[in-house]
């Protein structure tokens, strides 16, 4: 496959464990977050998203927790699965602007 | 319900080469990108259309233009191609101009190679 990312910082994880990815983000006019996930050969897919006016929000296995203080953001995987294995990266909306500002991404890797 | 869907999957040209890359969406969403993917590097706008009939420079736009032909379909031209274009590139759609917090979604890619 590809490389995405050369030099990606990489989270190995076992079946079954509770994965955390974080992600810092620049702008303190940031008012919208999104996190993606990108396996080999594809394209990013839309995981959660959260606004501003949240310091938490929760889907299906997943969990995304804003902190604006420290401008941090992280997703927590539940019960991490192999098909989990990807690259995982964060997207910030600078409020006003039509546009997202990409993160590089964290490598998760999940052994069975 | 296929998303959005890039042309071609994969191509390699020669240096001073043109072409454009096809994308269209069928979620019937009002903005369209372009993006380009480096290795150790996040996504980077080329450009953006907030919606059928406009087009704006995003932060890398030098030797590209777009045409976004109606509103399902966002081209992007590479009228003299260069080694420094070798890339993946991503086409995404948002209904973000309808709706503020909208996720953009993305297709599959292109692998170009420049020689």
């Known amino acids: ?112 | 319900n296929a998303g959005v869907t890039q042309t071609p999957k994969f191509q390699v040209l020669k240096t001073g080469q043109s072409m454009t890359l096809q994308c269209a969406q069928d979620m019937n969403h009002n903005s369209m990108y372009w993006y380009r993917q480096d290795p150790g590097m996040g996504l980077r706008l080329i450009y953006y259309s907030a919606s059928e009939g406009t087009t704006d420079k995003g932060e890398v736009p030098n030797g590209y233009n777009v045409s976004r032909l109606n509103k399902r379909e966002f081209s992007l031209r590479l009228e003299s191609a260069a080694p420094s274009q070798t890339s993946v590139y991503f086409c995404a759609s948002s209904n973000r101009q309808l709706i503020l917090y909208q996720p953009q979604h993305f297709g599959d890619g292109t692998r170009l190679s420049i020689l």
């Open chain 1, 1 to 112: 496959g590809e490389s995405v990312g050369l030099h990606l910082p990489t989270l190995s994880v076992q079946e079954g464990d509770n994965s955390i990815i974080n992600c810092a983000y620049s702008n303190s006019a940031s008012d919208y977050f999104i996190w993606y996930k990108q396996e080999s050969g594809k394209g990013p897919q839309f995981i959660i998203d959260i606004r501003s006016n949240m310091d938490k929000r929760q889907g299906q296995r997943v969990t995304v927790l804003l902190n604006k203080t420290v401008k941090h953001l992280s997703l927590q995987i539940a019960a991490t699965q192999p098909g989990d294995s990807a690259v995982y990266f964060c997207a910030e909306n600078i409020a006003g602007f039509q546009k997202l500002v990409f993160g590089t991404g964290t490598r998760l890797l999940v052994s069975p």
